[in-house]
C-alpha cells in the first residue's frame, strides 16, 4: 500500500483552513500533517521537521505571502511542491506565482474534486492550472484564432476541446497525459486526435502541428 501523499495547508482565514482541511482529510491517499496562518509558520515547520509532499497555500497572508513562501520552499526544499489557492484570478499573478516555483494554481471557486486531483498530479511530478483559468486563456486564444481564421479552409472547424488538445499535444504531452489533464479518457484524446488528423487531411501529428502552427490556429 502507498504512503498517503503528506500536505501542508497555510491560510490566514481559519475558516477557510479548517474547511480545506476537513474535506481533504476525507481522502485515504491524503493526509494533513500541519497547518499555518502565514508563510512564516510555514518555515517554522519546515525548519522543525515538517515536511509535506505538497504545500497548499494562499497568496495574500500577513507576516510572509504565498509568493514568497514559494520562492523559499523551492530554494531550501526544492522536492517539495507548492500548490496556490487563492482568489486571484490575475494572469500577471499566475504567471508570478509559475515563475517562483509553484506548480499549481487553483481559484477557491474550485471543487474539492480539482483539489484532489491538483494534490495528486502534483506529487506525480505534474504541473495544474484551475479548469476556470484554463477555459478563460482558451477563450482568449480563440479570438486569437478568430482573427487569423482567414488563413484556414474554411471547411475546417476546430472546436474549444480540440483547440486544447492541439495545444496540449504541440507541448509534447502524451495521449495519456492529456487525458488526466482534461478528466477524460484516453480513449476518448485518441479519438479527438484522429479526428483533427481525419479534419486537416494530415497523415501523423507533426504534420498536424505544422498546419496549425502555420495556419496560427495555435502559436
Do not use: W
Not at 513562501?69 to 496556490?84: R, W
Amino acid at each position: 500500500m502507498k504512503s498517503p501523499i503528506k500536505v501542508l495547508v497555510a491560510d490566514d482565514h481559519a475558516i477557510v483552513r479548517n474547511g480545506v482541511i476537513s474535506l481533504i482529510e476525507k481522502r485515504n491517499n491524503i493526509e494533513i500533517i500541519a497547518e499555518a496562518a502565514n508563510g512564516l509558520e510555514v518555515l517554522r515547520l519546515l525548519q522543525n521537521g515538517t515536511l509535506p509532499d505538497v504545500i497548499l497555500t494562499d497568496i495574500y497572508m500577513p507576516e510572509l505571502d504565498g509568493i514568497e513562501l514559494t520562492k523559499l520552499v523551492k530554494l531550501n526544499y526544492p522536492q517539495i511542491a507548492v500548490l496556490i489557492l487563492t482568489t486571484v484570478n490575475n494572469e500577471d499573478v499566475i504567471s508570478t506565482c509559475f515563475t517562483a516555483g509553484a506548480q499549481g494554481y487553483l481559484l477557491k471557486n474550485v471543487t474539492i474534486s480539482e483539489i484532489i486531483f491538483a494534490i495528486e498530479q502534483l506529487h506525480l511530478g505534474y504541473k495544474h492550472l484551475s479548469t476556470a483559468i484554463g477555459m478563460k486563456l482558451l477563450d482568449k486564444m480563440m479570438g486569437k484564432f478568430v482573427l487569423k481564421s482567414n488563413d484556414v479552409k474554411s471547411t475546417i472547424h476546430v472546436s474549444k476541446r480540440e483547440l486544447e488538445i492541439l495545444t496540449l499535444i504541440a507541448e509534447g504531452y502524451t495521449n495519456g497525459e492529456i487525458a488526466e489533464k482534461l478528466f477524460t479518457s484516453k480513449r476518448t484524446i485518441e479519438g479527438n486526435r484522429q479526428n483533427l488528423l481525419d479534419k486537416t487531411g494530415k497523415k501523423n501529428t507533426a504534420a498536424l502541428i505544422n498546419f496549425v502552427v502555420r495556419n496560427g490556429i495555435i502559436d
